[in-house]
C-alpha cells in the first residue's frame, strides 16, 4: 500500500472517531427536538461537559465511564458509535481505493467527492439505524437533506471526471426505490412507514450510483435480513405477527450489501443462470 493511501487511512479513521462523537449528539438531540448547537452537559446534573472531556473513546476511559461532577454512569454505547464510526470509514476507504485502483498515485479528482458521499452515508446509516431502534423513527432533518447532499456530490464527481451515467442511475435508483417503497405503504399502511419510503429514495441514489446489480441486492436484500430478523423473534416469542419493528435498519444494512458486494453477486448470480 502507498504511503499515500496509508495516510488517508490513518486520517479517515481519525476523522470517523470525531464524527462518532457527533453522531452522540445528533441520535439523543434529533428525535428529541433539542437544538444540536447547544453546549454539551450532563444529563444528569446539567454539568457542563469540558473538551477534555470530550475526547473520542479516551475520555471515556479516562472518566471510567462517568460524569466527572456527579458520577452518573455514561453509557457505554458512547464510545461503541465512536469506534464503530472510525472502523467504519476506514472499510469504506479501503474499499474506494481499490474500487478506483489507487495503488502508488494520487487518487483520481472524482474519488474525493464519491468519498465525501460515502462517508457521509456511512455517518448517517449508524445515527438513522439506532434513532430508529430507539424511538421507531427516521427523522426528516436527517433524511431529506441527503437526497440534496448525496444529488450534489455525486454530480460533482461527474464533473471532475467520473462517468454521467452514474448519476443516471442514481437518479433512477432513488426514484425506483422511493416509487416502491411508496406503493408498498399504499397497499399496506401499517407495514410500512412514512420515514422507510423517504429513506429508500436516499438509499437508491447511493446504490444506483455504484451499480444495477448494486441497486438489485440492495433492495432485496433489506427484505431478506427484515424477515429472518422477524421470523427469528416469532420463534423467540419475542414479537407477534402484529408487532412493529423498525425496518429501516435492514433498509440500510441490505443497502450496503449492495454498495459494497452488490456488483459481485449479481454477476456470480448470473453465471449460474447462464451455466
Not at 446534573?45 to 477534555?52: L, M, Y
Not at 406503493?183 to 399502511?189: A, F, K, S, T, V
Not at 412514512?194 to 436516499?202: E, H, R, S, T
Request: aromatic content about 12%; glycine content about 14%.
Amino acid at each position: 500500500m502507498s504511503p499515500t493511501s496509508l495516510s488517508l487511512l490513518v486520517l479517515t479513521g481519525l476523522l470517523g472517531l470525531v464524527i462518532g462523537s457527533f453522531l452522540n449528539v445528533v441520535i439523543y438531540r434529533v428525535p428529541a427536538g433539542i437544538p444540536l448547537t447547544r453546549a454539551s452537559q450532563c444529563p444528569a446534573c446539567d454539568a457542563p461537559v469540558k473538551p477534555w472531556q470530550n475526547v473520542p473513546v479516551v475520555s471515556w476511559l479516562v472518566l471510567r465511564a462517568k460524569c466527572a461532577a456527579c458520577g452518573a454512569g455514561i453509557s457505554g454505547r458512547y464510545p461503541l458509535v465512536e469506534l464503530a464510526t472510525g472502523l467504519t470509514f476506514v472499510g469504506i476507504v479501503w474499499w474506494l481505493i481499490d474500487a478506483f485502483g489507487i495503488a502508488a498515485v494520487s487518487p483520481q479528482a472524482e474519488f474525493w467527492p464519491s468519498l465525501v458521499a460515502f462517508l457521509y452515508l456511512a455517518a448517517i446509516s449508524i445515527a438513522l439505524t439506532l434513532i430508529d431502534l430507539d424511538t421507531r423513527r427516521l427523522p426528516n432533518p436527517i433524511v431529506l437533506p441527503s437526497y440534496v447532499v448525496l444529488g450534489v456530490l455525486f454530480t460533482l464527481a461527474c464533473v471532475l471526471g467520473a462517468p454521467w451515467e452514474g448519476l443516471l442511475r442514481a437518479a433512477i435508483g432513488g426514484a425506483a426505490l422511493f416509487a416502491f417503497y411508496f406503493l408498498l405503504r399504499l397497499i399496506r399502511p401499517g407495514g410500512m412507514g412514512g420515514g422507510d419510503v423517504k429513506l429508500a429514495g436516499v438509499l437508491g441514489i447511493a446504490l444506483g450510483w455504484v451499480g444495477w446489480g448494486a441497486l438489485v441486492v440492495g433492495a432485496f436484500a433489506a427484505f431478506v435480513f427484515g424477515g429472518v430478523f422477524g421470523v427469528a423473534l416469532l420463534v423467540l416469542r419475542r414479537a407477534g405477527r402484529k408487532s412493529a419493528i423498525p425496518f429501516g435498519p435492514w433498509m440500510i444494512a441490505g443497502a450496503w450489501v449492495g454498495i459494497l458486494a452488490g456488483e459481485s453477486l449479481a454477476q456470480w448470480y448470473l453465471g449460474l443462470l447462464a451455466g
